[in-house]
């Protein structure tokens, strides 16, 4: 069950609500969003009926909701939501759509410059890049820690593009917050439920990657962990399930784009370069995701593919890169899309 507060709600008649929802033997957990508060109630649902929470003076609305993930589902937002990332609000959302590129992993000041000014004229407007990176194997590079951190931030001052970067760990929550725009939760991760709740606290968009086995529905009950402790700024992304295929790396699934759009009013993004994990399809899959309405992509960009720690077959560069640009630039407009451009301080 949820409750909807009145726009402009005071924290006083939001206290009053908890206070009777933890009297009763429940638990309540309280979302703030730009227009109201909305607060999502744990326990029996027949004895949360009987407090006629909906005479509360500030309670707009009382939602049973029969859907096992519930802040972020549409029965109680119908209207979609827009993310806003970085000091500059960066949108995430479904009038725009948005291009964030970078490196798979942040490995010298000089490759992620120069990966950011690639991504930067190829229309994106957010950096992403791992300093913490979960790898499959322990022998593989695992990132640069903090100072892949501070080379983003200073790459963020260069070129203005607010950063996305994956935490994975609950003990770095904080560090990486410090430094981050946006906290990537991975595919590795995206079941972690400590780490879920941790990023729900830390008051940062959060991007959560769909577990490679994870159905759209678990999916979705991740993201509400999230939701749960308050933090409704969760951009999901989809970025290939695992199946019998060998051919690709994983199976992008297209359509759980416009299935997650129709249970959740989450933005949708698709991840091209690690769902097929070959530079030659990121292009095509990033066509396929604008088609089926995703609200955006995350692509991998390399000045030295050939080279790089983490992901090189998949990293666009030159000819490539260009290609990419031309669709971001021409095929979301086809769709009533604009740029996602920064909105400004
Ligand atoms: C990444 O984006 O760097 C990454 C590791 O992706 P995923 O979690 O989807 O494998
Ligand atoms: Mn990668």
């Keep these: ?26 638990e309540a957990f309280v ?9 999502g109630l744990v ?6 009926h009987g407090l006629n929470l909906r005479t509360y003076p500030g309670v707009a609305e009382v939602v049973r909701i029969s859907t096992p993930f519930k802040l972020v589902s549409r ?24 291009l964030i590129a970078g490196p798979c992993a942040v490995e010298t000041p000089e490759q992620t410059l120069a990966a950011a000014e690639m991504a930067q004229a190829a229309g994106a407007t957010l950096l992403r890049g791992g300093a913490f990176k979960p790898r499959s194997s322990p022998y593989a590079f695992q990132g640069l820690g903090e100072t892949g951190l501070r080379i983003l931030s200073d790459v963020r001052e260069a070129t203005g593009l607010p950063v996305v ?67 409704l700024d969760i951009v999901l992304c989809e970025r290939g399930i695992r199946t019998f295929e ?33 530079r030659d399809l990121v292009v095509p899959l990033s066509r396929a995701a604008i088609a089926v309405g995703a609200d955006g992509i995350i692509v991998d960009v390399h000045p030295h593919p050939d080279t790089a720690l983490c992901d090189g077959p998949q990293a666009l560069v030159d000819g490539d ?25």
Excluded at 2 to 10: K, L, N, Q, T
Excluded at 75 to 98: C, K, L, N, W
Excluded at 266 to 272: G, K, N, S, Y
Excluded at 321 to 344: I, M
């Design 246 to 278: 060998k051919a690709t790396r994983n199976t992008l699934d297209v359509s759980a784009v416009p299935v997650a759009h129709d249970l959740a009013h989450l933005p949708v993004i698709v991840d091209p370069s690690h769902s097929g994990g070959r």
């Design 1 to 26: 069950m949820v409750i909807v507060m009145a726009p402009g709600a005071s924290d006083a008649q939001i206290d009053a609500v908890v206070a009777r929802v933890t009297e009763a033997g429940g």
């Design 165 to 231: 970067t994956e935490v994975v760990d609950v003990a770095d929550v904080e560090l990486v917050a410090s430094y981050a725009d946006m906290l990537q939760i991975g595919t590795r991760n995206a079941q972690n439920f400590t780490l879920l709740q941790a990023v729900g606290e830390i008051g940062k968009p959060v991007l959560l990657k769909r577990g490679m086995s994870s159905t759209i529905e678990e999916w979705l009950m991740a993201a509400e962990y999230i939701a749960q402790r308050g933090n």
């Design 321 to 345: 890169l260009r290609e990419l640009a031309t669709v971001v630039r021409q095929f979301p407009s086809l769709l009533g899309r604009a740029p996602g451009q920064p909105l400004g301080v």
């Design 75 to 98: 029965q109680h937002h119908p209207a979609m939501s827009t993310v806003y990332v970085g000091e500059t609000r960066v949108p995430i959302g479904p009038d725009t759509f948005t």
């Design 43 to 48: 326990g029996d649902i027949d004895r949360f």
């Design 31 to 39: 979302s703030r969003g730009d227009e109201r508060a909305i607060i």
